[in-house]
């Protein structure tokens, strides 16, 4: 008897178990949201849930405000939900504050008031500043998480609706700078460039910046008020009709007393015809500016060419390709080789002609890392992977370096915004015909070059013309 009794109890437990696993009755898991979809039913309620498919095929209205599943056979059952409120968060919104403002007490001891749009705005600025999408702050964990840990009630900030506060902002700066120019008593500078997008997104662009001393403070002021597509052809015609329409959107017809640019011939033909469209102060004697950190850059790049020069350059970017751009292997080798030798591993600048200063910061990168790079290149050599470096080019390098960095420096004083550079152009222009000078004396890099005397001469001639013109 007993024993039938025990085979009976054995045999019921089983079939208690199996019932279980088969049909889930006193599982412990619920069902998870798999997908939320989008719905057509009455936008007044559903503004306030998500239709979500859950991980068991059934379909669920999740709260938005308190993540709570419902039914969603009735609409009674979720405006309920909602409007008496069965929802937690409403009922703790409602408990704190019925009225607009919700306060409490900040940092400081102050009382602080949450305001929706204000948060939204600073959302707005914040994704301006730091060129963050418009989708930073659209999504449901970001949500969720503000409002379980800072504030109940935030809301959802869509990227639509980010994109538009950030246009509204953008909007009132705008008009800000507009209604200052026209209150101002004062000349405004402008300082303008046109250039290519990098990494071959298609199109160029120009931009104006405006430069002026405020007349309270005299505090010197600089705002970017154009950066507009520029499409070609980038003739003086074009330039002239882009400059004219910044001129009349932000009321400075009359007010502008200079213009710089680069020395292109468009540019030149867009200011004479500037000239006569608004007869500038003081004849127009200053009105077209030439930039001189570009003629610095003209200097260079005219004393970059001497061919000596130029094969030493070219021999050192091979040097940095085999190392760099051979293959990811080489420079994976190269890496590791410097951290066990505890040297640093820098990526190597590449010299661009229309990139200020380049080759210098290309040869500035390499020297910091010269015993590293030279006895990879060699490793590479002896396996006849690429041609040697010679080793003297090292010690020509090296002096090229010393005379790039004087005209790198009066670049960086010369592109100062912030401080009047025009006092300080000539004290420059010094300096650099001081070094040069010294360089064709004494010889120098010219020498171990062989063409001793050519390259001041002809970047002499090259500063004086331009300077001139």
């Given at each position: ?19 279980t696993a ?39 209205a ?19 939900h ?33 305001d ?9 600025g914040?994704?301006i ?30 990227r ?31 300082t ?5 997008a ?23 002021m ?8 520029f499409?070609s052809p ?82 050192f ?41 380049s ?111």
């Amino acid at each position: 008897m007993l024993i039938s009794t025990c085979l009976f109890l054995w045999i019921l437990s089983t079939y208690i178990l199996i019932f279980t696993a088969t049909t889930g009755v006193g599982s412990t898991s619920a069902p998870t949201i798999r997908e939320i979809i989008s719905t057509n039913r009455n936008p007044q309620i559903w503004k306030d849930f998500n239709l979500c498919i859950m991980t068991d095929n059934s379909q669920k209205a999740q709260c938005k405000h308190c993540f709570h599943f419902l039914s969603v056979g009735s609409n009674t059952t979720l405006r309920n939900h909602i409007e008496h409120p069965h929802c937690e968060a409403k009922k703790a919104q409602k408990n704190q504050n019925s009225e607009a403002g919700q306060t409490s007490m900040a940092r400081d001891g102050s009382v602080f008031m949450y305001d929706p749009d204000y948060l939204r705005e600073q959302f707005a600025g914040l994704v301006i500043q730091r060129a963050l999408p418009f989708n930073h702050f659209d999504h449901e964990q970001t949500t969720r998480v503000f409002q379980n840990t800072m504030q109940p009630r935030y809301t959802h900030v869509s990227r639509s609706t980010l994109k538009r506060d950030a246009m509204k902002l953008w909007l009132a700066a705008k008009q800000e700078i507009i209604d200052s120019f026209g209150n101002i008593n004062a000349c405004v500078n402008l300082t303008t460039d046109v250039w290519s997008a990098p990494h071959g997104v298609p199109g160029s662009y120009m931009c104006v910046t405006a430069h002026w001393i405020e007349p309270g403070t005299w505090q010197m002021m600089k705002r970017v008020i154009s950066f507009e597509e520029f499409p070609s052809p980038h003739t003086g015609g074009a330039l002239f009709k882009m400059l004219t329409k910044v001129l009349t959107n932000f009321n400075l017809e009359d007010k502008v007393m200079s213009i710089t640019l680069d020395n292109a011939s468009n540019n030149t033909s867009a200011m004479d015809k500037l000239k006569l469209k608004y007869e500038p102060p003081m004849g127009g004697r200053f009105y077209h500016s030439r930039c001189v950190a570009h003629i610095i850059n003209l200097v260079v790049q005219a004393g970059l060419e001497v061919p000596a020069i130029d094969a030493i350059r070219e021999s050192f970017k091979t040097m940095l390709k085999d190392i760099f751009k051979s293959s990811a292997r080489t420079r994976q080798r190269y890496v590791k080789i410097c951290k066990d030798a505890e040297k640093p591993c820098l990526r190597p600048n590449w010299d661009v002609p229309t990139r200020w200063n380049s080759t210098y910061h290309m040869f500035l990168s390499g020297l910091k890392q010269q015993n590293t790079l030279a006895y990879f290149h060699d490793v590479l050599a002896n396996k006849n992977r690429c041609n040697h470096f010679p080793t003297e080019n090292w010690v020509i390098i090296q002096s090229l370096t010393q005379l790039l960095e004087v005209f790198n420096t009066a670049t960086e004083i010369l592109s100062g915004v912030y401080y009047p550079t025009s006092p300080l152009v000539l004290q420059q222009i010094f300096f650099m015909s001081t070094v040069l000078s010294e360089y064709e004396l004494e010889g120098g890099i010219l020498s171990i070059c062989s063409v001793r005397g050519f390259l001041p001469k002809s970047t002499i001639q090259v500063l004086q013309q331009t300077l001139s013109s």
